[in-house]
């Protein structure tokens, strides 16, 4: 695709329920990222997939945080029993490969998901 | 371990006025850095990077910034801002290890006024 797609724009849940939020990567790029931007703490990187390689989830905040990345592509951010701390935009990035050219690592940012837990 | 401290949370200035927005990183190793802009409700547009070569890059909307390595600094600046430049601006970085993370600064909110 044309750029980084991320669904829903925005979603708006209960506390204690769950929440899937979607992330379509640029075509062909191999490494993917999640971020979360809130007001407090600025913008956190969450995890990161790297082709079939297990993912980096060092920046997850809890156990109720999951992401998995199907065939290397589309990449699922899940969020289990949200609490209203968990509110605030979750961003996707994405790039073409990491390692070789420097500029093969150049992070491109979709419009994120605005996640309100009320 | 790195770090992003941009100095400035809010910077309003007069259009056709110049401006700087103030970055500096500490960091044990090499870096990449980059400047990313986000206008309202929009997520990060990619507006310069340093990743190796000249310390002075130019980006996109007439943007650039230097790179001083022994002040640990990436200032942004633009010689005459316009209207549409209102956004928050977001400095990183990352060290030059294969599919690490970016660390972002703050933020720097730029307020243009006529």
């Known amino acids: 695709g044309a750029g980084v797609s991320q669904s829903p724009s925005n979603k708006v849940t209960e506390k204690g329920k769950d929440v899937e939020l979607r992330c379509d990567p640029i075509?062909?790029?191999?490494?993917l990222y999640w971020y979360r931007q809130s007001l407090g703490q600025g913008l956190e990187f969450l995890i990161y997939?790297?082709?079939?390689?297990?993912?980096?989830k060092s920046g997850l905040p809890s156990d109720r945080f999951s992401a998995e990345r199907t065939g290397g592509s589309v990449s699922t951010l899940t969020i289990q029993r949200t609490q209203q701390e968990d509110s605030a935009v979750y961003l996707c990035?994405?790039?073409?490969?990491?390692?070789?050219?420097?500029?093969?690592?150049?992070?491109?940012f979709g419009a994120g998901t605005r996640l309100s837990v009320l | 371990a790195q770090s992003v401290t941009q100095l400035d949370s809010q910077v309003p200035v007069f259009e056709e006025a110049p401006v700087e927005l103030r970055c500096n990183y500490s960091?044990?190793?090499?870096?990449?850095l980059f400047w990313y802009v986000q206008y309202p409700n929009q997520g990060l547009q990619l507006l310069l990077k340093?990743?190796?070569?000249?310390?002075l890059v130019k980006g996109i909307n007439g943007f650039e910034a230097e790179f001083n390595k022994s002040q640990t600094s990436f200032h942004l600046r633009k010689p005459s801002v316009h209207i549409s430049d209102t956004a928050e601006y977001f400095c990183?970085?990352?060290?030059?290890?294969?599919?690490?993370?970016?660390?972002f600064g703050k933020g720097t909110t730029l307020s243009v006024s006529s």
């Open positions: 075509s062909g790029h191999t490494a």
């Open positions: 960091s044990s190793v090499s870096v990449y």
């Open positions: 990183a970085v990352s060290d030059q290890q294969a599919g690490t993370a970016l660390i």
């Open positions: 990035a994405s790039s073409l490969s990491p390692g070789g050219s420097p500029s093969k690592n150049i992070q491109y």
């Open positions: 340093y990743l190796s070569g000249s310390t």
């Open positions: 997939f790297q082709g079939n390689s297990a993912p980096d």
